[in-house]
């Protein structure tokens, strides 16, 4: 690290401090004595969600929480318990290496999440995720569940 006064490139770190995901170090100038801070954060590379039709677009975890939220209205399930679910799927997509995840691998870890959260909730969800034609079709997803 070059010194922000004398520009040497040789500094000791005398203090560091993790904080809210970043990483404040305090450092002195082998040369000039002087003391300056330095910030590094940790960037995170963007996963693209490649959709049914095609399209790609940048994953937006607020996107998949409103969805979640409109899935469990009138529902007794915290938004606590919901922002823990995006967090949880969030963090699955971040393990794996790929950069582009199908859309309907994030349906389905959407549709297991539910399940274990609330039935209602999931059949909401089920319905639009896995294009129901008629009453039919939610009789046997009910049945699934029991």
């Not at 690290?1 to 404040?24: A, L, N, P, S």
């Amino acid at each position: 690290m070059r010194c922000v006064y004398c520009q040497h490139e040789e500094t000791r770190v005398v203090d560091k401090r993790d904080h809210e995901g970043e990483t404040r170090r305090r450092r002195v100038c082998v040369r000039c004595n002087k003391r300056f801070s330095t910030f590094e954060r940790v960037r995170e590379l963007p996963i693209t969600i490649v959709k049914k039709d095609g399209r790609r677009e940048r994953f937006d975890a607020e996107k998949l929480k409103r969805g979640l939220l409109r899935a469990c209205e009138k529902r007794p399930v915290s938004v606590e318990k919901i922002e823990q679910v995006v967090d949880r799927i969030e963090a699955q997509l971040r393990k794996t290496s790929a950069r582009e995840v199908k859309s309907l691998a994030i349906g389905d870890r959407v549709i297991k999440e539910l399940k274990k959260l609330d039935n209602v909730a999931y059949i909401r969800f089920a319905s639009v995720y896995k294009e129901f034609k008629d009453v039919d079709d939610f009789k046997k997803e009910i049945q699934q569940i029991k």
